[in-house]
Nanobody, 115 residues
């Protein structure tokens, strides 16, 4: 069972930056896909970005060009660099690890962007 711990959330002004980290309790080297999702109040959880074992990435249209996802297999950590933040980016951000038979979630970290 993979445990995921997110960190790096907080309060930032519009236009600012934050870097989220997701530390896994085991090696992520062979995990097919790692990702970040977010859930704003009253809305469904949505995909933000994923990075695959091949290092290929994909992003939600709303964050393309502003957010960058990366994985450091040596540190068992996935990052989400968020630049040019907007108030609509305010949400709880969740880390996700997708194995063949099961998906794991972290507890989430709050990101609040003030206007």
């Amino acid at each position: 069972q993979v445990q995921l711990v997110e960190s790096g959330g907080g309060l930032v002004q519009a236009g600012g930056s934050l870097r989220l980290s997701c530390a896994a309790s085991e090696s992520i080297f062979s995990i097919p896909a790692m990702g970040w999702y977010r859930q704003a109040p009253g809305k469904e959880r949505e995909l933000v970005a994923t990075v695959h074992i091949s290092s290929s990435t994909n992003y939600a249209d709303s964050v393309k060009g502003r957010f960058t996802i990366s994985r450091d297999n040596a540190k068992n950590t996935v990052y989400l660099q968020m630049n040019s933040l907007k108030p609509e980016d305010t949400a709880v951000y969740y880390c996700n690890a997708r194995k063949v038979l099961r998906t794991y979630w972290g507890q989430g970290t709050q990101v609040t962007v003030s206007s």
